[in-house]
């Protein structure tokens, strides 16, 4: 999917206006590939924040992580289809139905009105889990080996790729053999930035040099 550095780079809209929003879309849309909207701006604003970053010819990842049964999550993904976004994502742990429902949804709607089809990724392990956290949700298996059975049953569902941390990029690409399988990386923040939520941090990089202490980007490997 990404062809150069700047494909490969998605900055998330993690502000709560549409005004900042497009300030930053408009500010950095020479330097980034892909725009992520989260739960914090979507809730927000709402769907038309995607349908105007879109509208500015931005490349959008709807980051809303669905998790429910698996019609719920298929029409969801059906709306996301229709909204436009190039990317969005699905929790891996919701299982091999609710995944296949939604890609099958997605693809058949995206046929059916002649829509462009947007890649459904699956999140496998949130980098803001520890170990004892994951042990207090039933979780016995270290991040790693969760990660890469999340991942192998993402891609037998038909998914076209998964959110993972980037310690676990080689143990994916180990377990998931398929060439076009996408890893989204997350979490990725300035040098001197605290990590806050993120444990399985990802290396530092220099990411905007507009306002270094407001973007948090993504990466696709």
Known sequence: MPKTVRDKL???????????????????????????????????????????????????????????????????????????VSIFNVHAMGGREMMRRTADAVSECAARENLERPKVIAVTVLTSAAAHEMAQVGISSSAQEQTLRLAQLAAESGMDGVVASPKD????????????????????????????DQKQRPPQRHTNPHNPSRTRTSVLP
């Open 10 to 84: 998605i900055v998330a809209l993690d502000v709560h206006t549409k005004v900042r929003s497009l300030r930053l879309v408009d500010a950095l849309d020479d330097a980034a590939g892909m725009f992520k909207i989260g739960s914090q701006l979507f809730t927000a604003v709402g769907p038309d924040m995607v349908r105007e970053v879109v509208a500015k010819g931005a490349p959008v990842f709807l980051d809303l992580k669905f998790h429910d049964i698996p019609a719920t999550v298929a029409a969801a993904g059906v709306e996301a289809t229709r909204l436009g």
């Open 169 to 196: 990029l080689e143990i994916v690409r180990q377990g998931v053999t398929r060439p076009d399988f996408i890893i989204v990386t997350p979490g990725v923040r300035p040098r001197g930035e605290e990590e806050h």
